[in-house]
Nanobody, 124 residues
């Protein structure tokens, strides 16, 4: 059972940056595909970014491409989401997730383990 703990959320002005971190408890972290999703009240959980186990393949949701960057450090059992040029519409709870596979995963159902989420609020 992988436990995921997100951190780094907060309040930021539009145009600013934040870096989210997700620490995993599992020593086999390097074997998982990792992803970030976000959710606002009343909406479906939205795919943000995913990275495969060896940091070679990444993929992004259309709304964040070019502004967000996902990366991982397998030695530290941690995945990151660098968020630049933030917009008010990026406001959401951001969730880290772990799943099985060799390539980035895009669907919520592809992931087996989830963190509790961290709030990101972007004000104009």
């Amino acid at each position: 059972q992988v436990q995921l703990v997100e951190s780094g959320g907060g309040l930021v002005q539009a145009g600013g940056s934040l870096r989210l971190s997700c620490a995993a408890s599992e020593r086999t972290f390097s074997t998982y595909v990792m992803g970030w999703f976000r959710q606002t009240p009343g909406k479906e959980r939205e795919f943000v970014a995913s990275i495969n186990w060896n940091d070679i393949s990444t993929d992004y949701g259309d709304s964040v491409t070019g502004r967000f960057t996902i990366a991982r450090n397998n030695a530290k059992n941690t995945v990151y989401l660098q968020m630049d040029s933030l917009k008010p519409e990026d406001t959401a709870v951001y969730y880290c997730a772990a799943g099985y596979g060799n390539e980035p995963l895009h669907r919520r159902d592809d992931y087996n383990y989830w963190g509790q989420g961290t709030q990101v609020t972007v004000f104009s």
